[in-house]
């Protein structure tokens, strides 16, 4: 997204471009899966003097304007995504970390079952499945 989209969108809802916010976009957008913490050091390597609270703020922000989505992918921190990505299903090792993204028709009959039965739509941007990647099965 460009600084001059992102400014109109902020000013629509009061809101200014501070560089602060166009760095912490850029980051997550070329971070690609991306933990406040490594887009607050991210935007350090850049200007000094942003804190912590200041990008997760930001973050939050990006999300309420469609910009950015989040996913948890482990106990920590939610991890961030540019929402401009084709929507994905996040399978996250438990053993070494990795996080792979599949296409979400995968999930199409669970999804389709839910919908049905019970009238829920799932959110598959949001979808993390934990297990064990396929290095990690040989190497056990």
Same mark, same amino acid.
């Given at each position: 997204?460009?600084? +001059?989209?992102?400014?109109?969108? !902020?000013?629509?809802?009061?809101?200014?471009?501070?560089? %602060?916010?166009?760095?912490?976009?850029?980051?997550? &957008?070329? *971070?690609?899966?991306?933990?406040?913490?490594?887009?607050?050091?991210?935007? !350090?390597?850049?200007? @000094?003097?942003?804190?912590?609270?200041?990008?997760?703020?930001? !973050?939050? *922000?990006?999300?309420?304007?469609?910009?950015?989505?989040? +996913? &948890?992918?482990?106990?920590?921190? =939610?991890?961030?995504? @540019?929402?401009?990505?084709?929507?994905?299903?996040? *399978? $996250?090792?438990?053993?070494?970390?990795?996080?792979?993204?599949? /296409? =979400?028709? $995968?999930?199409? =009959?669970?999804? @389709?079952?839910?919908?049905?039965?019970?009238? #829920?739509? $799932? /959110?598959?941007? &949001?979808?993390? *499945? #934990?297990? $064990?990647?396929?290095?990690?099965?040989?190497? %056990?």
């Amino acid at each position: 997204m460009s600084a +001059t989209s992102l400014a109109a969108m !902020l000013r629509e809802r009061g809101l200014r471009l501070t560089p %602060q916010r166009q760095l912490i976009l850029e980051a997550v &957008h070329e *971070l690609g899966h991306a933990t406040p913490e490594s887009v607050h050091n991210a935007v !350090l390597e850049r200007v @000094a003097g942003v804190n912590i609270t200041t990008v997760y703020r930001t !973050l939050e *922000l990006l999300e309420e304007l469609g910009l950015v989505n989040h +996913t &948890h992918l482990s106990h920590g921190s =939610p991890t961030y995504h @540019a929402a401009g990505e084709h929507q994905h299903v996040h *399978l $996250v090792c438990r053993s070494c970390g990795s996080i792979e993204e599949m /296409d =979400p028709v $995968v999930l199409a =009959p669970v999804c @389709a079952r839910l919908l049905e039965e019970r009238d #829920f739509r $799932v /959110d598959v941007g &949001h979808v993390s *499945l #934990f297990g $064990v990647c396929g290095k990690c099965k040989e190497s %056990q």
